[in-house]
């Protein structure tokens, strides 16, 4: 039961009387922040008043008269200029927390309306070290995949790895010439890593050299626009002078700018040419950047030899990387990754070319957009598809195979251009029924503020940082266990068992709820914090429930088909059950904008009443048998929901920690 989505609804009805498009208004309906104004509150009659010229008050008193709510509510109060504050009745609340009790959905109502959702997330390049992005990537991914069925919609959840990509023409080349052919055999996941950084160290030499000039000359050029600008005399006009001022500012910058990229970029090559082993290979490959480029090309061209290799590749790459997937509990439906599209890109542009959504210019196929300079290639001069159309004839796929009615993309900010120009290119080629979403997400940063890297150039990057999270959250576990009144309670067996969740769920929720559009920082010592909103906090607070009842010798089973009544009579005893209802509203708001931290914000407020709930009532010595069943049975639903809750995010609980 959605109690927002009820309230709402006789809001509609209510306002229907006054205006005759009442959707906006609805949003200021909300539930309170304190529990002095009731459990929900409405501020809509302000705006309206303003809209009809009249006195604020007197249309909450209009909208009051005609809300049919007397079956959920308390009579709805008016405060202050026109706040509708509601109370829900307490018989109301016992009624539907024992149907959430009896109910192995908790009260979460299916949706009348599913849909069928594609999810792309994680979608890592294989052969190329996968790095921190790519966690948030898939568990962000993960959660909504998770919360979306479990309100009954269709989801798809379909893993776009990039596998035909420029890395393999590096790959490829560093096989022929850099090969180590034992460490091949012993491990080719590491030895194809180690070629591929290889290889790109000195391709991407090779294209620092190179583009020096082209930066040299623009800052030539930029610099003589700036002498320009700046003999100019003033010409009097305030307004003009102010604007010249701010140009001649912003050229500056420009080339200060360009002076940086050089100097970085001179850096590199120095670091480089010091050193002897680099130095020598360059030397002895010194066209290993078209080299590259043409074995991508040879592949693509379908080169027997090139894709050979490419298969041989691509079976052990695709094993690292379901590796880290098991350990992070996640599975995907589909992997159809960019190498599945490849023989659909040409009838994809011809198509576009057909309804001139592409046309050509310079020689490559654009997609232009009003308002906007860059467009998008679909192909470029020599013939070769690029990463949009892929994406283009993915997107096609999608809808036509699948019937999707929204592709979500899980993809990091750096990427809006390309998601923005897909997506305006798609509805112009006729999908514009389908909602395209970039569910963008922020960087992961170090503790300097720069963005988090494992030790760089090691391939055990991602799963070096499972085992740390893991191996932090042992001590902590450990710790905890030996801290307890009566001695420790788990065996070395248990608490490995505990620190792989502990340690998993620590990693995943730390990202999970954050604001994903934000950047965060990295921090072990945070994300295991045993106190504030972290996994281990509500895996605490889980196991810490399941204690009680241990304690208590109590039957789960048993009480669940109790009939006893809840009491709500105590406020912390009402207000628990009113945050326990109130999962389902959450669950959607999770939704709206898909943003997994308004879950973990409604998980840690709702352990955080319990704390409350526990403090003030008497639980297993509660003063009467009555209270402790009810009692009991409020915890044991708390146990439940931040179980399943946490289940959505992808995070296990264990029942003693
Ligand atoms: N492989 C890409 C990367 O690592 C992400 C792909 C995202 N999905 C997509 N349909 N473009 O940057």
Redesign the pocket.
Known sequence: MNILAQIRGRFAQALGQLVDDPSELLDMVRSSQDAKFGDYQANCAMPLGKRLSRPPREIAEEIVQHLKIDDLCEPPQIAGPGFINLRLRSDWIVERLEAAGVDERLGVELTADPKTYVI?YS???VAKPMHV??IR?TVIGDSLYRTLRFLGHRVIGDN???DW?TQFGMIIYGYRNFCDVDAYEASPVAELARLYRLVNTLVDYQASHDGLAAIEQQITEKSKLLETQQAAPPTGDKKADKKSAKAVRKRQGQVNDLRTELKATKEKIATIDADPVLSKQLSEHPAIRKACLAETVRLHDGDADNLRLWEEFLPPCREDIERIYRRLGITFDYTLG?SFYHDRLAAVVDDLREKKIAVESDGAMCVFFEGDDVPMIVQKQDGAFL?ST??LA?LQYRVDTWGADAIL?V??HR?AL?FEHLFSAARRWGYDQVELKHVVFGTVLGGDGRPYKTRSGDTVGLEGLLDEAIRKAHEVVSAGDDAKPDGPELDEEARSRISEVVGIAALKYADLSQNRSSDYTFSYEKMLALSGNTATYMQYAYARVRNIFARGQIDAAALRSDTAAIIVDHPAERAMALALLQFSEALEQTLVDYRPNLLTDYLFALANQFSTFYQQCHVLKAETEELRTSRLKLADLTARVIKQGLALLGIEVVEKM
């Open positions: 792309d979608a890592p390049n992005g790519h990537s776009h790895i990039g990509g960019e990463y892929t994406d993915t993309y993809v990091d990427q390309h």
